[in-house]
């Protein structure tokens, strides 16, 4: 069984390493971002601004660490799934209820008809609508003449 345990950890960490780039665990991602990602743009912002390149330094701000905040999202951030328990119950609930009222075999039948007649009533009442609104529009442009 010692086997099997060192091959489940060797392959879970192949996938850790895969999973992050360069090849790097979790934790060296990490230090790796802070190092270049914080502290990297800050030394370098005020490197620039002792040179007196305020506008490069503004420049290099603003990409330094919004790259930063974007591989923070991209890499730990987007993956997760961020539902809370009250969505996780409105879906099961919303699963049940289709189970329930879920159409017998006979009844799917006739179904699609009554379907097909409503939504041919929606249709015609719709262009009795548009006639009515045409019809009114009419004699306004009519008086505006």
């Known amino acids: 069984m010692s086997a099997e345990n060192e091959g489940n950890a060797t392959s ?3 996938s850790d390493q895969q999973r992050y780039p360069f090849g790097l665990s979790s934790p060296q991602f990490a230090v790796l971002v802070v190092l ?3 502290i990297g743009p800050g030394l370098l912002v005020y490197t620039l601004e002792q040179a007196n390149l305020s506008a490069v330094a503004d420049l ?7 790259t ?3 591989v923070v999202w991209f890499i730990w951030l987007r993956p997760l799934d ?8 409105t879906s099961l609930t919303e699963e049940s209820e289709q189970s329930d009222t879920a159409p017998e075999e006979g009844d799917s039948e006739t179904e699609p008809s009554d379907r097909t007649e409503s939504s041919a009533e929606d249709s015609a009442l719709a262009t009795e609508d548009r006639a009515k609104e045409s019809t ?6 009519s008086d505006s003449k």
């Open 68 to 70: 930063t905040i974007f």
């Open 136 to 141: 009114q529009e009419n004699p306004e442009s």
């Open 36 to 38: 270049v990602g914080l």
């Open 12 to 14: 879970h960490t192949k």
């Open 60 to 66: 290099v701000w603003v990409v330094g660490y919004g």
């Open 82 to 89: 961020l539902v809370g328990s009250s969505a996780q119950a």
